[in-house]
């Protein structure tokens, strides 16, 4: 099903900012130019189907933009789909609070961006990530102290949004774990999260580039919130990064990369057009 609506409004605009240049060109052709007669109720039929068929190209890709560029308060974010591995500079990686690193599909899903990190791009041991987020200089405030009734897993507790920094990544603590090792947040605590890892890129990124998934995306859940779709989740990143102090400074931009699957169900014409994206 097409994201934008064939006679959507912006997809018009567009399309008359396109013809009204195309005809003030022509008309500056038929001035020197002298069409025979027998000929132009062909050239006008040809001329309205290659508007139809510009207007339905100008629909299609409309409805399918994989990649967007924004201005966020100064700041260049782009949105596109692609592989965060691939992106340059840092890669946010949502940890839970815990900073757990066992990939059982328990614990963690092998098919989690998680999980892809610990399991293809982690170049060290796990035991030594294990030891490097140990040895980690975070704040004081950043741990929350020992679960010592935690039965598996790490027992130590990070607030969330706090980042450890492994070489080009931006391990995060994102997620908070029940009884049962299920990963969720509340919205305001989804909230708090972006808030506080801004704030936390802000001084960490070095003038480098971050880019990020859109963060909930996958098996967290947000309590009060099952419904809650991609876009409307990237929209709340989104509105968090513009109230935050976090300012990229050219040419380092945040790029939000979204997986290819979910790439359907995400209108960027909407986000594109909306001041700030959102």
């Known amino acids: 099903m097409a994201k934008v609506k064939l006679f959507d409004s912006r997809v018009i605009k567009k399309f008359l900012e396109i013809t009204s240049a195309i005809s003030a060109g022509l008309s500056l052709v038929v001035l020197f130019v002298d069409i025979p007669s027998n000929l132009k109720i062909f050239f006008g039929w040809t001329f309205l189907a290659a508007l139809i068929i510009s207007y339905l190209l100008l629909w299609l890709w409309s409805s399918n933009l994989n990649r967007i560029n924004i201005n966020v308060e100064g700041s260049e974010v782009t949105i596109k789909t692609g ?90 603590a994102f997620s908070r774990f029940d009884a049962n090792n299920r990963a969720s947040l509340t919205m305001p605590e989804y909230l708090d999260f972006l808030i506080t890892f801004w704030d936390k890129v802000n001084n960490v990124y070095a003038q480098k580039s971050v880019s990020a998934p859109i963060f909930g995306s996958g098996i967290t859940r947000i309590k009060g919130h099952k419904n809650i779709s991609d876009e409307d989740l990237l929209k709340i990143m989104l509105w968090t990064f513009r109230i935050s102090e976090m300012r990229f400074k050219y040419p380092a931009k945040l790029t939000i990369v979204i997986h290819e699957d979910k790439i359907d169900k995400i209108n960027l014409l909407d986000i594109k057009s909306a001041k700030n994206g959102v």
């Open 83 to 172: 592989d965060i591995f691939d992106q340059p500079g840092f890669k946010a990686i949502a940890f839970n609070e815990y900073f757990d690193t066992a990939v059982d599909n328990q614990m963690i899903s092998d098919a989690s961006l998680n999980g892809v990190f610990i399991n293809n791009y982690l170049d060290i041991p796990v035991a030594g990530l294990d030891s490097y987020i140990d040895r980690y200089d975070f704040s004081r405030d950043e741990i929350l102290g020992e679960e010592v009734g935690r039965v598996s897993g790490k027992r130590r507790r990070y607030k969330i949004g706090t980042i450890c920094v492994y070489k080009d990544f931006l391990l995060t």
